[in-house]
Every structure is written in structure tokens, then in C-alpha cells.
């Protein structure tokens, strides 16, 4: 089956970047996605991706696609203890019909003051 | 206010009971989803809705079942849970499959006995 992959553990230090990885294997996903997941709650969707864009820019957050290699990552700038958190990366099955979602097993990142 | 909700919360129960989780959305959105939480593997998904009376298996469909006779209304049945069925659960909606925020859920954590 379809599978998502993700480093399970980033340290970095608060005011550096952070750069999340993901690599994916279905060809056909359409839409690629970044969730946040806070201790103890719910994921919250940060942004998300078509697979016809290389990058998308949202304030602090920098989403590149390379979609020959099948690889996305998620640039976080000026890093936040307020951004620990475990983020997920997830694509989206099928194609444009698809409805069933495939998540990574999440990077927990961790920010020193 | 916009939201997910899940009930109950937490719950234990004993192997071979039958359970349901409820899930309820107030935002009119045509799909809805269950996924399990597991240490180490991510966010795996359980069943998916695109809309009413429209429902499929997710990643790891087995033990459990689901119904979608309502659009807001997305129960979870484990109609003879046993204690690999330990887990936290959230249930999700957004306005259609593969469009913009996907809500989640508090979550729903279950000790199978």
C-alpha cells in the first residue's frame, strides 16, 4: 500500500530554522498536507499543498514539493518554543477523487531556549 | 462555534462488549473520518465518509464499523472490542474530501480490558 515516512525526532534551538522531511509514495496524491498535533489535543491542519505548486509560503512556514523525487519538507523560520509539537505530514489517496488520507508517524520537534 | 465532537472521552470497557463512540460536527461538511493514534505509528485511518450513506474503509478497517445516516453523525462501533483496539481515537470533518481545514476532534482514549 501507499506509505508516508518521517524522521521521528528534530531538536533545534529557539530563533533557528526547522526543517521537517516527508517523503511519499503514491504518485497520483493530488494534495499533501502539514498538521500540528499539541500535547495533549487534537490536530490542528497548518497548510497544505497541491501537487502542481513547488512551493507555498504562510508567514513563518515554508512548504516545498519536489514531486519527482516524492519528497516534501516544512520550513519553520525563527523557531518558537511555542512550536513544539509533533507535526505530521499526510497525502491524500486516489487522486482528486480520493477521499482516504495516509499520515506519516509524525516528527516530534523540539525547541531549546 | 464550529467543532467536532467526540463522546466519550475516555473509556474503559472489557473485551467483547460492544461500544460506540459518537461524533458530531456542526459546520454542514460532507466528510467525516476516524483515525487511530498509536505510539511510534502515527495517525492510521479507520473509515471514511464522503458524505451521507457514502462510507469506506480506511487503513485498518478491521473491528470496527461505522454509519452515516445523517450528514452531521459519524459513529464509531467496535461491536466486540478487544485490547489491540486500545487506543486514542479521533474522529475529523471538512466541507468535502480533499478541501481546506480538516476539523479534529478532542479524542477519544480507550482501554480495551
Given at each position: 500500500g501507499e506509505d508516508v515516512e518521517q524522521s521521528l525526532f528534530l531538536s533545534v534551538r529557539e530563533g533557528d530554522s526547522s526543517v521537517i522531511n516527508c517523503t511519499y509514495t503514491?504518485?497520483?496524491?493530488?494534495?499533501?498536507?502539514?498538521?500540528?498535533?499539541?500535547?495533549?489535543?487534537?490536530?490542528?491542519?497548518?497548510?497544505?499543498?497541491?501537487s502542481n505548486m513547488d512551493m507555498k509560503q504562510d508567514q513563518r512556514l515554508t512548504v516545498l514539493l519536489n514531486k519527482k523525487d516524492k519528497h516534501l519538507s516544512l520550513r519553520i523560520a525563527d523557531t518558537q518554543t511555542g512550536d513544539s509539537a509533533i507535526y505530521f505530514c499526510a497525502e491524500r489517496e486516489g487522486g482528486n477523487q480520493g477521499g482516504k488520507l495516509i499520515f506519516g508517524q509524525g516528527t516530534e520537534l523540539s525547541v531549546k531556549p | 462555534e464550529a467543532q467536532v465532537t467526540q463522546n466519550p472521552r475516555y473509556l474503559i470497557t472489557v473485551t467483547g462488549k460492544k461500544l460506540t463512540v459518537t461524533c458530531s460536527q456542526n459546520m454542514n461538511h460532507e466528510y467525516m473520518s476516524w483515525y487511530r493514534q498509536d505510539p511510534g505509528l502515527g495517525l492510521r485511518q479507520i473509515y471514511y465518509s464522503m458524505n451521507v450513506e457514502v462510507t469506506d474503509k480506511g487503513d485498518v478497517p478491521e473491528g470496527y464499523k461505522v454509519s452515516r445516516k445523517?450528514?452531521?453523525?459519524?459513529?464509531?462501533?467496535?461491536?466486540?472490542?478487544?485490547p489491540n483496539q486500545t487506543s486514542l481515537y479521533f474522529c475529523a470533518s471538512s466541507p468535502q474530501a480533499y478541501r481546506g481545514t480538516q476539523y479534529f476532534g478532542p479524542g477519544t482514549r480507550l482501554l480495551v480490558l
Amino acid at each position: 500500500g501507499e506509505d508516508v515516512e518521517q524522521s521521528l525526532f528534530l531538536s533545534v534551538r529557539e530563533g533557528d530554522s526547522s526543517v521537517i522531511n516527508c517523503t511519499y509514495t503514491d504518485s497520483s496524491s493530488t494534495y499533501l498536507y502539514w498538521y500540528k498535533q499539541e500535547p495533549g489535543a487534537g490536530l490542528q491542519l497548518l497548510t497544505y499543498i497541491f501537487s502542481n505548486m513547488d512551493m507555498k509560503q504562510d508567514q513563518r512556514l515554508t512548504v516545498l514539493l519536489n514531486k519527482k523525487d516524492k519528497h516534501l519538507s516544512l520550513r519553520i523560520a525563527d523557531t518558537q518554543t511555542g512550536d513544539s509539537a509533533i507535526y505530521f505530514c499526510a497525502e491524500r489517496e486516489g487522486g482528486n477523487q480520493g477521499g482516504k488520507l495516509i499520515f506519516g508517524q509524525g516528527t516530534e520537534l523540539s525547541v531549546k531556549p | 462555534e464550529a467543532q467536532v465532537t467526540q463522546n466519550p472521552r475516555y473509556l474503559i470497557t472489557v473485551t467483547g462488549k460492544k461500544l460506540t463512540v459518537t461524533c458530531s460536527q456542526n459546520m454542514n461538511h460532507e466528510y467525516m473520518s476516524w483515525y487511530r493514534q498509536d505510539p511510534g505509528l502515527g495517525l492510521r485511518q479507520i473509515y471514511y465518509s464522503m458524505n451521507v450513506e457514502v462510507t469506506d474503509k480506511g487503513d485498518v478497517p478491521e473491528g470496527y464499523k461505522v454509519s452515516r445516516k445523517e450528514k452531521r453523525n459519524f459513529p464509531l462501533i467496535l461491536e466486540s472490542p478487544s485490547p489491540n483496539q486500545t487506543s486514542l481515537y479521533f474522529c475529523a470533518s471538512s466541507p468535502q474530501a480533499y478541501r481546506g481545514t480538516q476539523y479534529f476532534g478532542p479524542g477519544t482514549r480507550l482501554l480495551v480490558l
